[in-house]
C-alpha cells in the first residue's frame, strides 16, 4: 500500500533553515506528482509546493516567496522541501502528501522559535 513517511523536523531560530524529507512507497514514484502542505495549530491545511513527476514543474504557495524549495529524487523515491528564512509563522505539522489518490503522511512538526 502507499506509505508516504515524513522526517527532517525541528526547533529551528528564526532566519534558519530545515530540509525535510519524505519517503514514498507502495506506488510508482516517477509517475506521481508530489505535493507538501502545512497546518499550523487552529489554521486550516493549506498547501507549501508541488512538483510534477518529472521534476520539471513546481509551484508554491503564496507566503513562500522564494524561501522554500521543493524537490525529487526519483531513483530514490523521495521528494525534499528545503526551507530557508524560516519565520516563527512558518510554526506547523508540514505533511507530504500524493495528490492522486489523496494520500498523506503522518506529519513532522517544524517549529521556529528563539
Known amino acids: 500500500q502507499v506509505q508516504l513517511v515524513e522526517s527532517g523536523g525541528g526547533l529551528v531560530q528564526p532566519g534558519g533553515s530545515l530540509r525535510l524529507s519524505c519517503a514514498a512507497s507502495?506506488?510508482?514514484?516517477?509517475?506521481?506528482?508530489m505535493s507538501w502542505y502545512r497546518q499550523a495549530s487552529g489554521k486550516e491545511r493549506e498547501l507549501v509546493a508541488t512538483?510534477?513527476?518529472?521534476?520539471?514543474?513546481?509551484n508554491y504557495g503564496e507566503f513562500v516567496k522564494g524561501r522554500f524549495f521543493i524537490s525529487r529524487d526519483n531513483a530514490k523515491n523521495t521528494v525534499s522541501l528545503q526551507m530557508n528564512s524560516l519565520k516563527p509563522e512558518d510554526t506547523a505539522v508540514y505533511y507530504c502528501?500524493?495528490?492522486?489518490?489523496?494520500?498523506w503522511g503522518q506529519g513532522t512538526q517544524v517549529t521556529v522559535s528563539s
Open positions: 507502495g506506488f510508482t514514484f516517477s509517475s506521481a506528482a
Open positions: 512538483i510534477s513527476a518529472t521534476g520539471r514543474s513546481t
Open positions: 502528501k500524493k495528490p492522486t489518490g489523496n494520500y
